[in-house]
């Protein structure tokens, strides 16, 4: 039996989104004007179609306009980036998805940074990375997965984060360093660890808050987590499963569940934890992006 608080991405993702779509609606009956995202999805890689469905799924019953892009994996790279200009024209359009990975034919890099920042969604391109890097995260739009966790710590806390020790596991663009700048900016003392860190469990034995995404399933172990400590579990892992006979698999994090939850205060489960947060913060996002283009003013924080 663990002794950790499990905290519910779920439960929590399911109250966010529950206030998105009263502030649409509100914004909806003010303007006139529902808030629209639009997805572009290029080949047919599974767990991408999964995603890119959740992701038109949430729009849908937050009452976005949804718009959904599935082309061909040939497609040109002259080709995607001229309908991203197209979604940067539109007026209906106020956040803008290009689902990662493409492949390989297509520069991620110059698709991502077509995307005008105002529409950047997924808070990817260097303008809302540099906004947020320097503090000014009111004005940025925040990477969705970093955003979900700080969500999760904020309400499973429900205390001030300044002065806490968090360690980061993972210094990827996506999660870790936009992950480290939201801890900053709650005045944490922030140490971000990766695959060169010497003696990284000792370094994560000093943490109040450790944030790991690293992408190895269950590397963090239990006998790292100081007691009482948050564990934010953002790896989403598929490994064999014998015990479900050949071939079966399931999800695991980057960290040992069942050690972990013997040691710490709370902790993310996988699945069930950051995932469900990510798809609410991609749904926070598009709503804030079409409050500022429309011109309305903002509402207090959902983070």
């Known amino acids: 039996?663990?002794?950790?608080?499990?905290i519910d991405?779920?439960?929590?993702?399911?109250?966010?989104?529950?206030?998105?779509?009263?502030?649409?609606?509100?914004?909806?009956?003010?303007?006139g004007k529902r808030p629209g995202l639009a997805v572009v999805l290029v080949g047919e890689d599974p767990a991408s179609q999964v995603y890119v469905r959740n992701k038109d799924r949430a729009a849908e019953a937050c009452g976005f306009h949804?718009?959904?892009?599935?082309?061909?994996a040939d497609t040109s790279e002259a080709s995607l980036l001229a309908l991203v200009t197209q979604l940067n024209e539109d007026d209906a359009i106020h956040g803008i998805l290009v689902q990662l990975p493409?492949?390989?034919?297509?520069?991620?890099t110059k698709v991502l940074r077509l995307i005008r920042p105002e529409k950047d969604v997924d808070g990817f391109h260097p303008v809302n990375v540099g906004l947020l890097a320097t503090g000014a995260r009111d004005t940025a739009l925040v990477p969705c997965t970093p955003a979900g966790s700080l969500a999760l710590l904020k309400r499973t806390l429900q205390t001030p984060l300044a002065g806490l020790n968090a360690v980061v596991i993972g210094r990827s663009n996506i999660v870790g360093k936009p992950m480290a700048a939201l801890l900053l900016a709650e005045s944490c003392t922030v140490t971000i660890a990766h695959s060169r860190t010497k003696d990284l469990p000792e370094v994560v034995r000093g943490a109040d808050i450790v944030v790991a995404a690293v992408g190895r399933p269950e590397m963090v172990r239990g006998s790292w987590i100081k007691p009482g400590a948050t564990v934010i579990d953002v790896?989403?892992?598929?490994?064999?499963?014998?015990?479900?006979?050949?071939?079966?698999?399931k999800l695991v994090g980057d960290v040992a569940f069942a050690e972990a939850a013997?040691?710490?205060?709370?902790?993310?489960?996988?699945?069930?934890?950051?995932?469900?947060?990510?798809?609410?913060?991609l749904m926070?996002?598009?709503?804030?992006?079409?409050?500022?283009?429309?011109?309305?003013?903002p509402e207090p924080e959902l983070f």
């Open 102 to 108: 493409l492949p390989g034919h297509i520069d991620e």
């Open 9 to 31: 991405g779920k439960a929590v993702a399911a109250s966010v989104r529950s206030e998105i779509t009263a502030r649409a609606a509100r914004l909806l009956a003010e303007t």
């Open 1 to 6: 039996m663990s002794k950790a608080n499990l």
């Open 284 to 297: 926070a996002n598009t709503l804030t992006a079409a409050r500022r283009q429309l011109g309305v003013a």
């Open 66 to 72: 949804s718009v959904k892009h599935t082309l061909a």
């Open 262 to 281: 013997e040691v710490a205060g709370a902790i993310t489960p996988v699945p069930g934890g950051v995932g469900p947060m990510t798809i609410a913060m």
């Open 235 to 249: 790896g989403i892992n598929r490994v064999p499963d014998p015990a479900k006979g050949e071939g079966a698999t």
